[in-house]
């Protein structure tokens, strides 16, 4: 590990906070940059600069410009040169592939197999149980994934629609547009620790929203969900549930959110419920306990998943899964395509269904409950881990997401590519998160803290000395 | 080539159209399928079924199922089962890669030198001028990238905003979000030959819009779009212009509009105007002729282009460049991610800004420019060719698409991939399209056509011998 900038190097360290906005009439982009001074480059080589905080400090991206041929280099030199930039950005990748504990990525895949893939252009446009005339694509491989995951949640091939798509977030804004396209004026509900683009969907088709308070668990309050319910009965209700969340892994109760519809006199044909399973809906299905189970026997209207989250893979991905009674309000026919327009994207990533089922494939059914298995066994050694040295922790018993104290240390935060928010941080204990590397995150982590001890108590020793000397 | 299934073979052949929707209360998936029953596989062995007529037809997919691990099968075998697939997908796709012409995909690109990176899952997820927390990313390739594409539309580095979209549709949907956001009773305006995306994203962003009828070239109609301009004369208008439509690759002429705008007395203050560049955006440039510039310079709002059309990438993408000023109605902090939330999508793909970034710097502004060149000279030679053999064509002076009478034979529309719509198709002649390949199309599609032809001439003799025997 490389020798961490030492906190106790100057008494005061305040924040360079955002400049003026507006200069000159003109409109600056940097202007509207929260930056910090503080450098890390030791600790975090390959990130501009820490984290600030619990405001948000905003890390310039540094740019590699286009590199356009020059008369003083030859062909063979500005050859050499690129191939010498992608090699070293490849040893940068491998780098922050090691220390990576805080998004929730399976980092851990091997699609050697299907390198040549990407000597083609594949593009899956359009619906995907329908071809369009551009023929490399991949449809084969996204319809066998989709019918996987169709079984997963228990809906008839004939009675599903989907597709996999760039991301969860297109999965949130496909699911709360189905509900919004066959409930018109429907309200959405979604609670407080519901992923950011479950609100940003619901400012993008202008509609009416409620966001719900949370327990301490970071569930939806199912109290205050039903005040809202009856405060807006006479119209439907579309509902953004929740299979893990974001920052504490928290999985709404679908079995209480239906009572609680039922309650308040809301009947099947007046609501519509998404479930954003980003992480955790596909690791439920495989929990032996008595977990709230997410299918379609119940009245839910559709469910995604991320690709590159549980089941890895090189390019963001995700799975959305859509009664196909409700996605006909969507659907219009394009005749260029010569295929249907029911996805948010028209031209969509041919790669990522080749990906998911060779996952899917090599895995099996059986291999996957094991990962899953490894995941909640290993989050339960971090959380044991942690209390063992006196770090207070929280995880929910249907979670593998570790939530702790956010460290002080910003180029920690940094160095370990922990997501935060407010003081709390978490560790997302995914298949490539071995025991050895939590050791290794929990040694590092309480140095953090030490060395962050010390420089508080330097800091009262040095006023405390400026004090004696203005005496 | 493979032998042509015969159209002589049979007097009638009545497509099978939709079944009855509703079966037993369910909604049937498959009963919302328009099928053909006529088999082409001789001709086209990769499409399950052809195109029929302007009607537009649905090709169902087939599906590869996941594997599941067999009691009867060795590990071994099971691999060697999964890569004999992979192979033999791998082959379907240079065989549907070489008969390519209808879309205006650049097939023609090299990513030797890339390969490795499809070990990494790289993720821009955020802004890209602002590092989030998590590291394997490739914001400096994307910002490089859109750096150079700043330059290309004449737009200073601290007045734009922009990133790497996951299509063309990405960068439509934000374009006229942008738009929306900044003039939220603004109506929108387009040509009635606009992507299908411009009024799907109108729909979705709950926007009044009015679609415009276009001249006989594609362009839209300026007189239309003036009255339509006045009769909203209290409302702000965001107007989508179209560089190149999709079938005809028409250009709107960007300097009459601004002029309708100024006439019907919409100051700068109360217009808003996305250029969709998609394949166009970024040949125009390099036109040497006096075309009519799209330019920051001029009062734009946004341009998009895709990636993987005219720079070739095997994965769809694309940019979008905007003003910064116009960009804050949008943009928010997400402090999960550590970074602004002001793009549709919230994880990225990180490996676009790579392949765009290497052919961009592999090729240089200059050959950038010849491959231009290349493609509008040999637009020429296929209406050329197309004129010699007596085929009637069109294709307009700011153009590389040719449009041609839709083929009678739908196997061949299959077969070279061509996009359709009405009586029209239409080649794209891309830099992966030669002089050598544009002869093997037009010899095909005379053949094509003669088949077709003495098949109309059987039937008639058909008919007539039936008449003969029942009299």
């Given at each position: 590990?490389?020798?961490?900038v ?5 008494c ?11 200069t000159?009439?003109e ?8 930056m ?7 600790v975090?080589p ?5 984290v ?7 890390h ?20 050499a040169?690129?191939a ?8 940068k ?10 998004y929730?990525y399976n ?10 893939l ?5 593009n ?17 491989f ?11 949640w ?11 798509t ?10 709360i ?9 429907g309200?959405?509900?979604a609670s407080?620790?519901?992923?950011y ?19 301490e668990?970071?569930?939806?309050n199912y109290?205050?969900?039903k ?5 807006n009965a006479g ?13 504490k892994?928290?999985v709404?109760?679908?079995d209480?959110v239906?009572?609680?519809?039922k309650?308040?006199g809301?009947?099947?044909?007046r ?16 929990l032996?306990?008595?977990?709230p189970?997410v299918?379609f026997r ?5 469910v ?11 390019v963001?991905c ?22 249907r327009d029911?996805?948010?994207m ?9 990906y ?9 059914y059986?291999?996957?409950?094991r ?9 339960h050694?971090?959380?044991q881990m942690?209390e063992?040295?006196?770090?207070r ?8 997401t ?10 920690f935060?940094?160095k ?14 995914m ?5 050895e590397?939590?050791e ?16 508080a ?6 006023e ?8």
């Open positions: 590990m490389a020798d961490p030492s906190l106790a190097a100057s005061a360290m305040p924040p360079v906070l955002s400049k003026s906005a507006v000159g009439g409109v600056k982009r940097s202007a509207h940059m929260k910090d001074s503080y450098n890390v480059g030791a975090a390959y990130q501009a600069m820490p600030a905080g619990p405001v948000i400090t905003h310039k991206s540094t740019a590699l410009p286009v590199v356009e041929p020059h008369p003083e280099m030859t062909e063979e030199e500005r050859e040169r690129v010498e930039m992608i090699g070293s950005y490849m040893k990748l491998a780098e922050r592939t090691h220390h990576h504990m805080g929730p980092l851990d895949f091997d699609y050697g197999l299907l390198e040549g990407t000597k083609f252009s594949i899956n446009l359009g619906d995907p149980f329908i071809e369009s005339n551009y023929g490399v694509h991949s449809r084969e996204e319809v066998g994934v989709l019918n996987w995951f169709a079984r997963l228990e809906i008839d091939e004939e009675e599903y629609w989907g597709y996999i760039t991301c969860g977030t297109e999965g949130n804004l496909h699911g547009l189905v509900g919004r396209e066959n409930f018109p004026d309200v959405m509900y407080s620790e519901s992923h683009s479950v609100f940003k969907a619901a400012r993008m088709y202008r509609m009416e929203s409620e966001k719900i308070p949370t327990l668990t970071g569930e939806i109290d205050d969900l005040a809202a319910l009856a405060k119209k439907p209700a579309i509902l953004n549930v929740n299979i893990g969340t974001t920052v892994g928290a709404d109760d679908l209480r239906l009572e609680v519809l309650e308040t809301y009947t099947e044909d609501f519509y419920i998404h479930c954003d399973g980003a992480l955790f809906g596909m690791m439920m299905p495989f032996s306990r008595d977990a189970m299918t119940k009245p839910i209207g559709s995604s998943v991320s690709g590159h989250k549980f089941v890895g893979a090189p963001p995700g799975v959305i899964i859509t009664r196909f009674k409700y996605v006909m309000a969507l659907s219009s026919d394009v005749e260029y395509l010569n295929s029911a996805t948010i028209g031209s969509r990533n041919g790669h990522a269904p080749v998911l089922w060779y996952t899917l494939t090599r895995k099996g059986e291999g996957m409950r990962d899953v298995e490894k995941c909640m066994r290993n989050a050694v971090l959380k942690f063992s040295a006196g770090i922790t929280m995880l929910n018993e249907l979670s593998n570790v939530v702790f104290e956010r460290p002080k240390e910003e180029a935060v940094r370990w590519q922990l997501a935060c928010e407010g003081d709390i941080a978490h560790v997302v204990v298949p490539n998160i071995t025991v590397k939590l290794e995150f929990v040694a590092d982590y309480v140095q953090s803290r030490a060395r962050v001890s010390i420089a108590a330097k800091r009262v020793a040095c405390a000395k400026a004090a004696e000397e203005e005496l």
